[in-house]
């Protein structure tokens, strides 16, 4: 019933940023935790970043610590990912997801975006 939409892709070099937005509607935001998940090419798809309903707790992937912050606007039915000094590695397409709690897992989210695409070359 929740649809989300991302935006904010695109192609940056190595040590660039970008901000991913993820917009949702058809529910009720603030009851869900938001995460943001990431499938790089030929790779399963790997979690990036969480946050809790109220936005008071976050949660990384240790590959993304310290350059990648999430966090939402329950005002606007918005979760954003800041991406900073960005790595090859990092290149994915990225999805948010929402779902009762802020996991690791995606099997724990129960709406899914249908993807933004990031591309960042040497």
């Known amino acids: 019933q929740v649809q989300l939409v991302e935006s904010g892709g695109g192609s940056v070099q190595a040590g660039g940023s970008l901000r991913l937005s993820c917009a949702a509607s058809?529910?009720?935001?603030?009851?869900?935790?938001m995460g943001w998940f990431r499938r790089a090419p030929g790779k399963e798809r790997g979690f990036a970043a969480s946050?809790?309903?109220?936005?008071?707790?976050?949660y990384y992937a240790d590959s993304v610590k310290g350059r990648f912050t999430i966090s939402r606007d329950n005002a606007k039915n918005t979760v954003y990912l800041q991406m900073n000094s960005l790595k090859p590695e990092d290149t994915a397409v990225y999805y948010c997801?929402?779902?009762?709690?802020?996991?690791?897992?995606?099997?724990?989210?129960?709406?899914w975006g249908q993807g933004t695409q990031v591309t960042v070359s040497s």
């Open positions: 997801a929402a779902g009762p709690l802020p996991m690791s897992s995606w099997s724990q989210y129960t709406y």
């Open positions: 058809g529910g009720t935001f603030s009851n869900y935790a």
């Open positions: 946050i809790r309903k109220d936005g008071g707790s976050t």
